[in-house]
């Protein structure tokens, strides 16, 4: 059982000037009722203000609303009831951890919102499966790190994730450890690098021994889903590359596609 999906997710020049990408709007619009649930505001059973009320309240678009709500109910926060308005169900997300990506700026809201321990971290020269997964040339230095992300708050494992980072970065290894937030904005702030491009590809594949070590599943026919991301600048270079191996049954990734125009 494979399959693969591979996305681009370019970066909006203006947001590369910036310290780090903006954050969407409708992304804070979803941080806020999400804190607002969970921090009993709007208890479980409740109802969600109605899209126009959340419109005024944030001065937002109906669109903007829209994509906050969906966001809340893929992570099992709420349920949206035709013609009864929005439930909330849970005070925690749901146990199916649930992505969706359009943009750098919401990978980087992705790293604020989990956490990331590095288990080890040394250098080494790729072997040839590696390189090839990474998109770059066998043999060559990289420092290779090894970590577990888990969601904030009950501190479940998501991922196990490698993070491979070329020899010319490698003077940020002291760094890596206290940074909270996505590692390619710790490299382009100290490094004077931009990242112009993100290619993400998506596979299924039996269930490696390093995760099931970590969600604790023996299970013959657990598969995970990996996604594999490298970080591009504008020349087409690799600046970093990551391996999140997910379990498949635990996870979802989301892709909104919309017709051309004409």
């Known amino acids: ?55 005024a309240e944030f001065a937002v678009s109906r669109y903007t609303v829209r994509e906050a709500l969906r966001r809340l109910v893929e992570q ?15 005070a925690e997300p749901g ?25 080890a971290m040394e250098m080494e020269r790729l072997d040839e ?3 090839r997964l990474i998109g770059t040339e066998p043999a060559e230095p990289w420092l290779h790190i090894h970590g577990v992300r888990s969601a904030q708050g009950d501190g479940a ?28 904005a710790l490299i382009e702030q100290r490094a004077r690098v931009t990242v112009t491009e993100t290619l993400q590809t998506i596979t299924a594949l039996p269930m490696p021994p390093e995760s ?3 969600f604790d599943d023996t299970r013959p026919e657990a598969h995970v889903l990996r996604v594999v991301r490298r ?5 087409g270079r690799p600046l970093i590359a990551s391996v999140n191996d997910h379990p498949a049954d635990r996870y979802s990734y989301t892709m909104r596609i919309k017709r051309d125009g004409g």
């Open 1 to 55: 059982m494979e399959q693969d999906q591979a996305a681009d997710l370019t970066r909006d020049p203006a947001a590369a000037a910036a310290d780090g990408p903006e954050i969407p709007r409708y992304l804070q619009v979803f941080q806020e009722i999400r804190d607002r649930i969970s921090d009993g505001l709007y208890p479980v059973g409740s109802l969600v203000p109605t899209e126009a009320e959340l419109c």
């Open 76 to 90: 099992g926060y709420v349920e949206r009831r035709q013609g009864s308005g929005t439930h909330v169900l849970s």
């Open 95 to 119: 146990s199916i951890f649930s992505q969706s990506m359009r943009s750098l700026s919401e990978l980087f809201q992705y790293a604020l919102d989990t956490d990331f321990r590095i288990h």
């Open 129 to 131: 499966p590696t390189a």
């Open 157 to 184: 494992p998501i991922s196990y994730t490698e993070v491979f980072v070329p020899e010319r970065f490698a003077w940020l290894q002291d760094e890596f450890p206290n940074c909270h937030g996505p590692f390619y």
């Open 212 to 214: 099931r070590r970590l």
């Open 231 to 235: 970080y591009l600048d504008r020349k």
